[in-house]
C-alpha cells in the first residue's frame, strides 16, 4: 500500500511565453531530489499553463510505501 502526496511547484513569472524555462526545470529537479531523499518516488508531473500566461506550474505527484 502506498501513501500519496501531490504538490503544485509554482514556476517563475512570464512575459511573453508561459513555457517553462530552465530556471523552473532546476526548481523541479531540486524537489524531486529534495523528496526522493525523504523516501517519496515521483509517481508523475504536468506542466500547467495558465491562461493569463504570466505564470504556470508543475503538478507533481510522489509515493512511499507504507
Known amino acids: ?5 501531490t504538490e503544485l511547484l509554482w ?3 512570464k512575459i511573453w ?7 523552473d526545470i532546476a ?9 526522493s531523499a525523504e523516501g ?4 508523475t508531473y504536468d506542466y ?3 491562461s493569463s500566461q ?3 506550474a508543475f503538478i507533481v505527484t510522489f509515493r512511499k510505501e507504507v
Open 1 to 5: 500500500m502506498y501513501t500519496y502526496k
Open 27 to 35: 526548481v523541479l529537479d531540486e524537489l524531486i531530489n529534495k523528496k
Open 48 to 50: 500547467m499553463a495558465t
Open 54 to 56: 504570466i505564470r504556470g
Open 40 to 43: 517519496w518516488e515521483l509517481v
Open 17 to 23: 511565453s508561459d513555457k517553462a524555462n530552465e530556471e
Open 11 to 13: 514556476v517563475s513569472k
